[in-house]
């Protein structure tokens, strides 16, 4: 069994590791200094440690407290909570029933530049930039020499400085792929200096990838590393992502790099579908072997409002039994739209399995009214329980760990780069898209033949597997589908769906960023 031993070191260093500057050209706000922080040799760890925090929680002390992000309640501020609504809330798979300011504005794809999750999610991404930025500056070779540090704790350094530059690439890549255009800033900047200038969408994916190519080997072999730590399997499957959106990114074709980097996460034998899907999304899931990188949660140690405990309380409500599911109490807010339900054949009783969690008693498939729960079927796939029944730790917040890369998608990133022309077999692609079905089946039931393996049939499929993993967006915009194609209910803010305006494949910069940085040109159409 795998154990999460990052999850109290991280808690550890968020409340040492002050920082709540979300300005990219200073440091971090800290309560202590480089000066004294690095006084004790595990410090460092404690460093990278609040890096990965970063992705969990959302300030100093938990659930909430001295948040890092300022102007927007500290629960909306979490960086998964903030990335799954972006990517889930716009499309076909998802509506949210609450009132807040700005959430509405997600459900029907009508946002503009004020919205305040779209802010915090730019703000979160260079909360992130910034933290790797001065750790990576910390712990140059000339600052360690300084410090007198030996040989082993400078190698295991060096390891982190490598897992900071993942961290680092992996924000720069949902920053790219939110907002396009945006600020590239690294440890070789001043600090203190003007505001960044913007760089192109095509500068930043191009350093991306250099990065993920240039640390790759410098990060532990798969199932050497410490879980929910970055390793070579997570780095792959990062580039894999960034090189199969490359056509949208920057207009070039580079599907048999995207082949090629899940081929060497598959070839590693490390990862194993798990015989049980269900398992992926509970509360026990850290012992699965298909999991390649996860932000691990912890109900007892690292707890927020945001990431699996957002998703497992607002996808309860009407007449489920909260107990069942593990929570205390439901939310009453996520849901499915009936263009989600209807890509699972047969809905709740049909014959993929992947569709176990739908709950259609006393929900309605029509959505009438966005804000009413019960418009909509009801979808809690997180559920805050064991593999055996047995409670999490903690019905308030969540032990599910969030699955951001997994060997189930990487299958699906090989059948498609087969389909996109990226070089392969199509007889593994379509292998590859059996196993899923078989398991999704419960036996060979599913399984197609070559002829229905299509791009079209893909997308559907990304859907079913991939559902509510907060991959949606991005697989629609791929596809064509997000804005001048693809209808479903309230896109566009009518109940009958409409065609929006193409410019909305990108997200604005923030309002309060433009005014804040006079070098920073706004999307176009905003």
Not at 358 to 373: A, M
Not at 505 to 514: C, G, I, T, V
Request: aromatic fraction near 12%.
């Amino acid at each position: 069994m795998q154990n999460k031993t990052l999850t109290t070191l991280a808690l550890a260093a968020a409340l040492t590791l002050g920082a709540g500057c979300t300005d990219i050209t200073m440091p971090p706000k800290s309560t202590v200094t480089a000066a004294n922080i690095f006084n004790e040799p595990g410090a460092y760890k404690q460093f990278i440690a609040k890096l990965y925090a970063g992705l969990s929680v959302t300030g100093q002390q938990g659930p909430a407290g001295a948040g890092d992000i300022q102007g927007i309640d500290e629960g909306f501020s979490q960086y998964v909570r903030l990335l799954w609504q972006m990517q889930e809330l716009p499309t076909e798979e998802a509506v949210i029933a609450w009132g807040d300011d700005g959430v509405q504005e997600l459900n029907t794809q009508k946002w503009g530049s004020s919205n305040q999750f779209l802010g915090s999610m730019y703000y979160r991404v260079f909360f992130q930039v910034t933290l790797a930025n001065e750790f990576l500056r910390e712990t140059t070779d000339e600052k360690l020499t300084s410090r007198g540090v030996g040989e082993a704790l400078r190698a295991e350094i060096h390891g982190y400085r490598a897992e900071a530059r993942f961290l680092r690439a992996l924000s720069y890549w949902h920053g790219i792929d939110l907002f396009g255009d945006i600020p590239l800033v690294t440890e070789a900047d001043a600090l203190g200096s003007t505001p960044p200038k913007q760089s192109t969408r095509a500068d930043v994916y191009r350093y991306v990838v250099s990065e993920l190519n240039a640390i790759k080997p410098e990060l532990p072999a798969p199932g050497a590393q410490e879980y929910g730590r970055a390793d070579q399997g997570a780095a792959a499957m990062l580039l894999a992502n960034v090189y199969l959106n490359a056509q949208v990114y920057v207009g070039e074709n580079h599907y048999a790099d995207a082949r090629a980097a899940v081929e060497s996460v598959i070839a590693t034998g490390k990862y194993h579908l798990d015989p049980n899907y269900r398992h992926l999304f509970l509360a026990d899931n850290h012992t699965s072997s298909e999991l390649i990188f996860t932000v691990p949660q912890d109900g007892l140690k690292q707890q927020s409002y945001g990431g699996t405990t957002f998703l497992m309380h607002a996808e309860i409500g009407g007449s489920m039994n909260a107990s069942v599911y593990g929570v205390d109490g439901g939310w009453y807010g996520l849901r499915t739209r009936p263009e989600g339900y209807a890509m699972f054949p047969g809905g709740a009783g049909g014959p993929d399995k992947r569709g176990y969690f739908f709950y259609t008693d006393g929900q309605s498939l029509d959505i009438n009214n966005l804000t009413n729960f019960n418009d909509g079927i009801g979808a809690p796939k997180y559920q805050n329980v064991t593999s055996t029944g047995a409670p999490a730790s903690n019905a308030g917040n969540s032990d599910i760990d969030f699955p951001m890369f997994r060997l189930g998608e990487a299958y699906l990133i090989y059948a498609e780069a087969v389909l996109r022309g990226g070089g392969g077999s199509r007889a593994q692609a379509l292998a590859y898209v059996n196993e899923l079905r078989a398991r999704a089946y419960g036996n060979a039931g599913g399984n197609i033949a070559d002829p229905a393996l299509t791009l079209d049939f893909l997308l559907a499929e990304r859907g079913r597997e991939l559902f509510w993993e907060a991959h949606r967006r991005t697989d629609l915009i791929r596809y064509d589908r997000f804005t001048n194609q693809g209808l479903w209910q309230w896109k566009g803010g009518v109940k009958a769906g409409k065609v929006t305006e193409s410019f909305r494949n990108l997200y604005p910069l923030p309002a309060s960023e433009l005014l804040a940085n006079p070098n920073l040109k706004q999307n176009a159409g905003y």
